[in-house]
Nanobody, 120 residues
Framework: QVHLVESGGGLVQPGGSLRLSCAASGTIFSISNAGWYRQAPGKQRELVAAITLAGTNYADSVKGRFTISRDNAKNTVYLQMNSLKPEDTAAYYC???????????????WGQGTQVTVSS
């Protein structure tokens, strides 16, 4: 059984920083791709950042402020968020595309979400 556990959310003032973590537990053969979505009340879910074997991609709204990274040895993906703005307030959800064995296909697993609130 594979689970993704997110941590690192919270309340921060505008201009502050947070680092979100998304750790996968269980028996995992490899990580194919991973990323972070966010959803604010009344708004559509937005892909914030993604990381694949080819590189990284970011939403225009977070370019230059957010950085996605991964530690394959720890099966963990991070989202470093700097220069946070009130409009970054949302629930953040991670996903990881995992291959559990050499013979299985890649399946996306999701975290439970972590709240980020940017307010003075």
């Amino acid at each position: 059984q594979v689970h993704l556990v997110e941590s690192g959310g919270g309340l921060v003032q505008p201009g502050g920083s947070l680092r979100l973590s998304c750790a996968a537990s269980g028996t995992i053969f490899s990580i194919s791709n991973a990323g972070w979505y966010r959803q604010a009340p009344g708004k559509q879910r937005e892909l914030v950042a993604a990381i694949t074997l080819a590189g990284t991609n970011y939403a225009d709204s977070v370019k230059g402020r957010f950085t996605i990274s991964r530690d394959n040895a720890k099966n963990t993906v991070y989202l470093q968020m700097n220069s946070l703005k009130p409009e970054d307030t949302a629930a953040y959800y991670c996903y990881q595309g995992l291959r559990l064995t050499l013979a299985t296909t890649v399946t996306n697993y999701w975290g439970q979400g972590t709240q980020v609130t940017v307010s003075s």
